[in-house]
């Protein structure tokens, strides 16, 4: 069973850093897309950051709100997608959800849209 699974949530003062990582585990050919996603209480989940494959060039895209203080980043010999998180806000405050397009088979093409269970991020004031 292929699952992606979330670490280094926490509780942070506001101005410091947080690094999440994502790792993807089970039978897998190989991960396309992957990003990071968050919702906080009350709201509905939003983007944080996206980063494509190595084979598509690896571009990263952001939300405006994080633009500049967090960084995406992947290590595909270990499956593994890095959200570096700096200057946080009491409004980072959300649970943070990975995201992944998993490529189970090549030929034929199977890919599945996976997601984490999600880390809590807490940014105290």
């Known amino acids: 069973q292929v699952q992606l699974v979330e670490s280094g949530g926490g509780l942070v003062q506001a101005g410091g850093s947080l690094r999440l990582s994502c790792a993807a585990s089970?039978?897998?050919?190989?991960?396309?897309?992957m990003g990071w996603y968050r919702q906080a209480p009350g709201k509905q989940r939003e983007l944080v950051a996206t980063?494509?494959?190595?084979?598509?060039?690896?571009?990263?895209n952001y939300a405006k709100s994080v633009k500049g203080r967090f960084a995406i980043s992947r290590d595909n010999a270990k499956n593994t997608v890095y959200l570096q998180m700096n200057s946080l806000k009491p409004e980072d405050t959300a649970v943070y959800y990975c995201?992944?397009?998993?490529?189970?088979?090549?030929?034929?093409?199977?890919?599945?849209?996976?997601w984490g269970k999600g880390t809590l991020v807490t940014v105290s004031s």
């Open positions: 995201n992944a397009v998993l490529v189970i088979t090549q030929n034929p093409y199977y890919a599945i849209d996976n």
């Open positions: 980063i494509s494959s190595i084979s598509s060039g690896g571009n990263t």
């Open positions: 089970g039978s897998i050919f190989g991960i396309n897309a």
